[in-house]
């Protein structure tokens, strides 16, 4: 942005000091002109600057408007006249050397207001890019939004794993006796209840044990399989396999 704003103000800068230097050549061409042609001296002073004074206005204006975002269709108006504005200063101050004779000082004298023509029409299209350009860069920068904390979900990070055969809902599963209980479950039956179970991913046993000492601190009590399922949404088998690992 602080480059945008300080192009723009070269620019500006350059036109005025183009307008400047266009009014101080015209100023002494242009009176000694109507001097040469018989205008009265109170008048012939003032011809020059009603030319200058309209290239002025007219890029104040071109500039104001086209910093605005004005298209160019609406400002063809104004531009045809700045045009012809810059063509009487140009003609107006190479009169006077060319009946004289002096051609090099009509060339010297027509840069100036061949250049104030040049800026006329490049000057306000620059500045209209300039705002083209920077307008909407400025409307899509959103507001800060704060930050809110959260814990990641634990499944999220989780790849899709199929579910395996699992047994009817009807017919319970016996894991769940034989881990409640307080006396310590047979070798083989462990080895039953184990090989029917399904394997547990790292990230789900990490995420039930996380939910499992959460419970026993807020309850004074171990989870059970039915609310580590409901705590971590997931399949009865799966969250029993979950409870048999972290009772192991």
Same mark, same amino acid.
């Given at each position: 942005m602080a480059e945008d704003r300080l192009t723009q103000r070269t620019v500006t800068v350059v036109m005025a000091v183009i307008a400047l230097l266009a009014f101080v050549f015209s100023f002494g061409n242009v009176w000694a002109l109507?001097?040469?042609?018989?205008? %009265?001296? %109170?008048?012939?002073?003032?011809?020059?600057?009603?030319?200058?004074?309209?290239?002025?206005?007219?890029?104040?204006?071109?500039?104001?408007?086209?910093?605005?975002?004005? %298209?160019?269709?609406?400002?063809?108006?104004?531009?045809?006249?700045? &045009?012809?504005?810059?063509?009487?200063?140009l003609a107006l101050n190479v009169a006077e050397p060319l009946v004289a004779g002096h051609y090099g000082r009509a060339a010297v004298d027509a840069v100036a207001p061949l250049l104030l023509l040049g800026w006329g029409q490049v000057g306000p299209q620059?500045?209209?890019?300039? &705002?083209?350009?920077?307008?909407?860069?400025?409307?899509?920068?959103?507001?800060?939004?704060?930050?809110?904390? &959260?814990?990641?979900? %634990?499944?999220?990070?989780?790849?899709?794993?199929?579910?395996?055969?699992?047994?009817?809902?009807?017919?319970?599963?016996?894991?769940?006796?034989?881990?409640?209980?307080?006396?310590?479950?047979?070798?083989?039956?462990?080895?039953?209840?184990?090989?029917s179970l399904p394997a547990v991913p790292e990230a789900l046993l990490i995420a039930a044990r996380r939910v499992a000492e959460t419970h026993q601190a807020e309850q004074g009590a171990h989870i059970t399989p039915g609310q580590l399922k409901a705590r971590l949404g997931v399949t009865l088998p799966l969250a029993t396999a979950a409870h048999a690992q972290l009772s192991a």
């Open positions: 109507a001097l040469r042609l018989g205008v %009265p001296h %109170p008048i012939a002073p003032l011809i020059a600057p009603m030319v200058d004074l309209s290239v002025i206005g007219l890029l104040v204006g071109l500039r104001l408007l086209s910093l605005r975002g004005v %298209p160019q269709q609406e400002l063809t108006a104004a531009t045809r006249l700045m &045009h012809l504005c810059g063509l009487l200063t620059f500045l209209r890019h300039f &705002h083209t350009l920077s307008g909407p860069k400025t409307a899509e920068v959103p507001a800060p939004v704060p930050a809110v904390e &959260h814990l990641p979900d %634990p499944l999220a990070a989780l790849d899709p794993v199929p579910e395996p055969a699992l047994a009817p809902a009807s017919e319970p599963a016996p894991a769940p006796a034989a881990i409640l209980t307080d006396e310590p479950a047979p070798v083989p039956a462990k080895t039953i209840v184990s090989a």
